[in-house]
């Protein structure tokens, strides 16, 4: 991929493409050890051999036929309270990108990060913060999106654009991609919290509609009522309003 041809001003201009790498996320972690922080600075993988998930999970993309690379940002403005906006800002570029590519579909971000297809999941983020005092200081951005990969075996939740009759390549997914991100990127920079979060709302699956969680100790039925911009779910259950950080809840039916 050129870097010329990505219409951003800084977001992929310098640029380091490899054939095959345990993870993104992993090699610019390591890559920032040794070197100068370049804001913009992009890694992407044809494939990757132990590409990370949430949570501790492993993320698992056919070689070539998907996206995965990881963005560095130099977050100094953004204070760690406020962290979770920049994932917000994520996941919305990925919403507005399969909007523009995907016709017809039902297009949805999936608290906290995951972006969906008609309630099937064709994107994941990792996002990867290094805090000083209460700044974040550095942000790695993971980013999975399943293009062209047809068969998920043994994952009756996953998809990709390609299933949902996208007809394009990878390559300029990704360009398309870098250039929505900085512009949201920038929107964030610039202050506009606000918007961010209500747009983060618009579009995030399964707002006021009746669904199943679980938490550690059993399930429940509840209605999401908010995310708050610290990240906090807020689920309206039988038993009153209930709030949730990432990995004290799961979805069970969607
Ligand atoms: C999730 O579990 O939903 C997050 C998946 C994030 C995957 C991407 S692929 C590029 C980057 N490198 C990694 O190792 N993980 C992220």
């Not at 992929?12 to 050890?33: A, P, V, Y």
């Not at 618009?202 to 995310?227: A, T």
């Amino acid at each position: 991929m050129n870097p010329s041809t990505i219409n951003t001003l800084f977001t992929g201009k310098f640029l380091i493409q490899l054939k095959e790498i345990s993870s993104t996320n992993t090699f610019l972690k390591d890559w920032l050890s040794n070197n100068k922080p370049i804001d913009g600075l992009v890694i992407m993988a044809d494939k990757q051999s132990k590409g990370k998930g949430q949570s501790g999970n492993s993320w698992q993309a056919e070689a070539e036929k998907n996206l995965t690379f990881s963005v560095l940002f130099l977050t100094g403005f953004l204070k760690v309270t406020e962290q979770f906006l920049l994932s917000m800002a994520t996941c919305l570029s990925v919403y507005e990108l399969l909007c523009e590519k995907v016709k017809d579909k039902k297009i949805e971000i999936k608290w906290p990060n995951d972006v969906m297809i008609d309630r099937k999941k064709v994107c994941g983020i990792l996002i990867e913060n290094s805090i000083q005092g209460s700044t974040v200081l550095t942000s790695i951005i993971g980013i999975g999106l399943n293009v062209n990969q047809e068969n998920f075996p043994g994952l009756t939740t996953a998809s990709s654009m390609i299933l949902n009759g996208y007809q394009g390549n990878v390559e300029e997914t990704c360009i398309r991609l870098l250039e929505i991100l900085e512009k949201n990127y920038l929107f964030l920079k610039s202050g506009q919290y606000e918007k961010i979060h209500q747009r983060y709302l618009q579009v995030l699956l399964g707002l006021n509609e009746e669904l199943l969680f679980s938490d550690s100790l059993s399930s429940f039925k509840g209605s999401i009522q908010n995310v708050e911009k610290d990240g906090q779910l807020t689920i309206k259950t039988d038993d009153g309003t209930r709030k949730f950080y990432h990995k004290e809840v799961r979805f069970i039916s969607l």
